[in-house]
């Protein structure tokens, strides 16, 4: 391997001051409450992280092979105004989320709407700050829209369909509401193109390695064997195009990696375990306040698999842990996701000042509608 390629591997470890802060808090909590090492591989998802790794390698792969670029250049002339590109943009993030999951979701529209960026002058923070609110938006909707739903659902007696009803009346309004919002957030105006925005061949035998690998992929995932999928798309891009593994972002990987051992180390801390077993005899209003609280402490996945332990699966705990979905960027995975692809330190605080609000607005809709 070239010294250039070393450099761009470890360039994002040394920059990453998420994954530096994590590591630290990580340190700290194993101080307070040592676990054998072997423990600390049992805190990880190791299914998410295989996921994780084999869609990023997959949207890589598409990515380089210039497809994206192709459609952003067919988009842009489509759709001639900036509010019109915004709710399209938003309205594909959410319907996509809803039955491919939140994560697939952002892995397919953010690098599209990155590619808008060299095509015009559109405000491409803002668009990809949406469509991580509308992913959250749309994926609670279904049974299958995100790992929290999907825990729930499995811990519930409810088919299909009897889910989707449970939750559409809070998906319905969170929806129209980001679209109300998507509609007074971005102007009217014409988009400013760049002088050529005529679409370009792309790589087809790239683009249709990685579409092979990725059902390939999802065949493994829905057989319940997510490691063999990951081995196969990261032998497959070995063997095809290396730069695809030389450009995505490995300290993602090891930011999710730390979450997990973290939350675990905190939820194993002896002074915790008797504030744990009281949750059993809350409150439904206090039990909705946890869930939210906890969302945008150690985001909604781990929140949720913490409350099923002491509450039954129900429409109090879906609504409390989708709403802590919006909220501050650990909320939910979806949204560190998109902001660490959006590659841009300003996006952070930016996303708060959308969330936080969405956050308030969904706390109070799903109190109103369990009531």
Known sequence: MSSNAVTSLLRPFLHDRFLHALLLMGMLLYAIGPQP?????????????????????LT?????????DFIGRQIVNTLQSERSLALFLVCAAAVLSSFLTNDVALFIVIPLTITLKKLSSLPISRLIIFQALAVNAG????????????LLWSKSSLTFMEFIGRMAPFGIIMMLSLLVVTWFSFPARKIV???????YPYQMRLL??????YVAFLFCLDL?????GMLLVFAGFLLLARQVLLQIDWSLIFVFLAMFINIGLLTQ????????????SLADGSVYALGIALSQVISNVPATILLLNYVPSSALVAYAVNAGGFGLAIGSLANLIALRMAGERQIWLRFHYYSIPFLAWATLVGWLLLG
């Not at 990880?44 to 996921?51: A, F, S």
């Not at 994926?139 to 999907?150: D, E």
């Not at 249709?208 to 690998?213: D, E, Y």
């Open 60 to 68: 890589k792969g598409v990515e380089v092979s210039g497809y994206f």
């Open 224 to 228: 319940d064997v997510p490691l063999y």
């Open 193 to 199: 193109k760049a002088p050529n925005t005529q679409p």
């Open 269 to 280: 801390l002896p002074a915790l375990q008797p504030q744990f077993d009281q949750i059993a």
């Open 37 to 57: 090492l072997r423990a600390l591989s049992g805190f990880i998802d190791w299914r998410t992280i295989m996921t994780l790794l084999g869609l990023m390698l």
């Open 208 to 213: 249709l390695a990685s579409v092979a690998l």
């Open 139 to 150: 994926s609670l909707l279904t049974p299958i829209g995100n790992p929290q739903n999907i």
